[in-house]
């Protein structure tokens, strides 16, 4: 008997030591490499995104499971503080759906407000993958990651980082948009 608990133990120290090694701060998210002396500038311009998820048993991805691909352009709004962020997403079904909101900026801040959803936050995490950005969106009702990257097909390497910092952080339930069908046009 003893000598099975302490073969249990072992175990459990074991898995313990797993979760460890894969979740180590490599893993974790981290803002530590934004220049913010180049923010919100480094990211401006196209974005395709390619992956969100979400802790399991919520409804956080609900909304993207109808979506075939997304494109994403960013721009400055002529006032400093904010940020016009437009979507051209194509729909399983074929239809292009167009969607367009307004971050706002607060001074000095890395964090996004949502013009019209006070109660919204968005976050950017730099992921080692270069041309990539991970957004955690959070509001009352829910709290996803999103990847995107400036390129519509992403390496291998850079996905699996994607899921293991997800997992990491309990968001498990991930879902990879299918990108079977050509990319909308975004609307001006
Ligand atoms: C951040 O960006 C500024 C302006 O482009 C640059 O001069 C600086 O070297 C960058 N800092 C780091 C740590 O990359």
Request: glycine share 4%; aromatic share 12%; proline share 6%.
């Amino acid at each position: 008997m003893i000598h099975n608990i302490w073969h249990y133990f072992l175990y459990l120290y074991g898995l313990f030591l797993d979760s460890l090694s894969v979740c180590d701060n490599n893993n974790r998210l981290s803002t530590l490499s934004i220049n913010k002396t180049q923010f919100p500038s480094q990211y401006l311009g196209r974005w395709y995104f390619l992956a969100a998820a979400a802790i399991p048993g919520t409804t956080a991805l609900e909304t993207f499971t109808v979506m075939d691909n997304a494109e994403f352009s960013v721009r400055q709004c002529r006032e400093e503080e904010k940020l016009d962020f437009r979507a051209a997403i194509r729909i399983k079904d074929g239809p292009c759906v167009p969607r367009k909101w307004i971050y706002l900026l607060p001074e000095g801040s890395i964090e996004l407000r949502t013009e019209g959803h006070p109660d919204r936050l968005t976050q950017l995490f730099p992921p080692r993958c270069p041309h990539c950005v991970i957004l955690k969106e959070t509001d009352n009702s829910y709290a996803r990651l999103l990847l995107y990257s400036r390129t519509p097909q992403l390496e291998e390497e850079f996905m699996e980082e994607f899921k293991k910092k997800s997992s990491c952080e309990g968001y498990t339930d991930i879902l990879t948009l299918p990108q079977q069908q050509d990319y909308c046009q975004i609307e001006d």
